[in-house]
Structure formats: C-alpha cells, structure tokens
C-alpha cells in the first residue's frame, strides 16, 4: 500500500496530495472501486451530487473498514440547488447517500455567475461549516473574479478551487492567484481524461526516461506544481499505478517542458460559457 503524507488547507484542516474521481463511474460499481481505491492506499474520495454515485461511495468507505477520520469526502452542490435554503437541503441529502455525519470538504460546483447565487450558496456553506456538518468548504470551477467576490462580501475564504487542469490547459495564472490567497488548487480530469492525450510526446519521452508510465509523469507534474490531482480509474492495476508518484522526480526543464504542452486543451466546458442562465 503506498502511504501519502497530507496538505494543510487555509482553515488548518489537511487533505491528502491525490485523490480518486468518480465520475462516470455507475452508483452500483463505485463501491468497488472505492474499496479497490482504499486498499491500495487512496484517502481522498472526490465525488458530487450530480455524479448520482454518493450511495456507492459510502457503501466502498463502509465496507473499507479504514476509520471514518482516516478518509477525506469531498462532494458538491449542483447548479440546481444554488441558495442558502436550497444548498442546506441538497447537503443533507448527499450526507444522507453518502450515509455520514459530516464530509470533510463541500464546494459549489459550478459559480453560475449570472444566476448570481453563488454568494448566498457560499453563506450556507460557511453555516454548514459552524455547525460541523462540513470540514473545510470550496468553490469549484471558480475564476478570479468570483472568488475575489466571496472574499470581499463573505466571512471565510475558500479553502479550495477544484478547476480542470493538466498539461494541455496549466492555469498558471489562477494557480498564482490561488497562492496569493492561500486557496489550494485541485486538478479535475487531471489526466486530460486519459486516452489520446497521454500519448503526446513530450509526455510519453520523459515517461520513457524515467521507467515511469505517462499518467504517472503527469500526475508528478501535478504533485510539484503543489496541485493535488483527482485521477479517475476503475482498473485495479491504473488506480495502484496513478498513486505511485511520490519516488521520483522531474527535473525543472521537465516541468517547463509538460506546462508548455498547451494553454488552451480542455476537455470539459469551460465555466465562462457553460451552465448559466441567460
Ligand atoms: N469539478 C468539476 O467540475 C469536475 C469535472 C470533471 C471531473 N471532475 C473530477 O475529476 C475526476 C477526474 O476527471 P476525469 O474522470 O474527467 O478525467 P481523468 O481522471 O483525467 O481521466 C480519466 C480517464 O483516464 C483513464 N485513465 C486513468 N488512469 C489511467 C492511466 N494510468 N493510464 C491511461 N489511462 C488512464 C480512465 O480510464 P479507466 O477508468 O478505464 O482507467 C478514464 O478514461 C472526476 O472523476 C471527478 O471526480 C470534477
């Protein structure tokens, strides 16, 4: 099993360096997986409302055995149940799948800036936060204008902005705005979503240089950038693979090299154009 060390949030809560996506992974597989994850030493679960798999999750972390404060859950609002009221019902349903007291992180998944609710959204999240029922709280495809308003108008920063990020699209400039904040940056689709894009070459030489497979080159690239990536697999020998990161190290020429693959690669929308209203 490999053993991973954890990262201090700006509330003092920490968070493992990596962890596993469940996205797309169907509720009746994901108990699976998530005990196949725990085994092999993962200990961090990213999941959300919307993904329709939290009744898995808590099943793999039930049947896992490993004690509820050894595992970090995170899950997400969904664009529908923005608002103070309607946030504080949609967490108690997902920490009713999910069958916990508490989730260690809760963000808003998307900002939705013109249905301008994500304010109200963020003050139910600091409630949660008071009465215990969350750890830490995030926000989740966020830019800096968003983030700069729940700054400016609420009581507690954001811990984490999850974005999509990976080689093809580094988000240098929101990573050094997040560090300017002391805001944590999670990768989504941090592999550019697998297949095709670990075969560029910049990815797939340096993996051959190392004896190491290209995911695992990426997620390295992740991991010394200070980004805690959130791989997705459902294959035994890829879940084992993509944790073993930690015994090696890229050169600052590689990291240059992997961070000027592409700015512009996404494999998900992005959040200026996608789910908001008009
Ligand atoms: N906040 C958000 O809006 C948001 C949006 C999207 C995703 N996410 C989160 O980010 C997580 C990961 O994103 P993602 O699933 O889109 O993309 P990803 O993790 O970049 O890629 C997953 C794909 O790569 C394959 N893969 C995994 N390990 C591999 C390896 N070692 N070698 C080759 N292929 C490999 C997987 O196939 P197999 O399963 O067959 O191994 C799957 O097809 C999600 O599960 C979710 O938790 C969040």
């Not at 910049?202 to 690239?221: K, N, Y």
């Not at 791989?231 to 020998?237: A, G, I, R």
Request: glycine share 10%.
């Amino acid at each position: 099993m490999t053993q991973v060390s954890s990262l201090t949030l700006n509330d003092g809560n920490s968070i493992p360096p990596i962890g596993l996506g469940v996205f797309q992974i169907p509720d009746e597989r994901t108990a699976d997986v998530v005990g196949t994850a725990v085994e092999a030493g993962y200990r961090l679960i990213d999941t959300a409302a919307v993904y329709g798999n939290e009744l898995g999750v808590g099943k793999g972390l039930a049947d896992s055995g490993v004690a509820r404060e050894e595992i970090s859950v995170v899950t997400k609002v969904w664009n529908d149940d923005q608002g103070y009221d309607e946030t504080l019902r949609a967490f108690e349903t997902s920490a009713g799948l999910l069958g916990l007291e508490y989730v260690d992180l809760y963000l808003i998944h998307w900002p939705r800036p013109r249905l301008d609710r994500y304010v109200a959204t963020w003050r139910a999240l600091e409630k949660l936060k008071a009465d215990g029922r969350v750890g830490s709280i995030g926000v989740s495809n966020f830019g800096r204008e968003e983030i700069t308003r729940l700054l400016d108008e609420c009581d507690v920063p954001p811990a984490v902005n999850q974005i999509e990020l990976h080689p093809g699209l580094p988000r240098t400039e929101l990573r050094e705005f997040h560090a300017q904040h002391g805001i944590a940056t999670q990768a989504w689709s941090p592999l550019g979503r697998g297949q095709g894009f670990l075969e560029h070459p910049a990815i797939t030489e340096i993996a051959r240089d190392h004896g190491r497979t290209p995911a695992q080159v990426v997620l390295r690239w992740h991991s010394q950038l200070g980004v805690v990536p959130l791989p997705k697999s459902v294959s035994p020998t890829r879940l084992r693979g993509n944790l073993d990161i930690f015994g090696f190290q890229l050169s600052g020429a590689e990291m240059d090299r992997l961070t000027e693959i592409g700015t512009d690669f996404r494999v998900g929308p992005d959040p200026a154009l996608f789910f908001d209203v008009s």
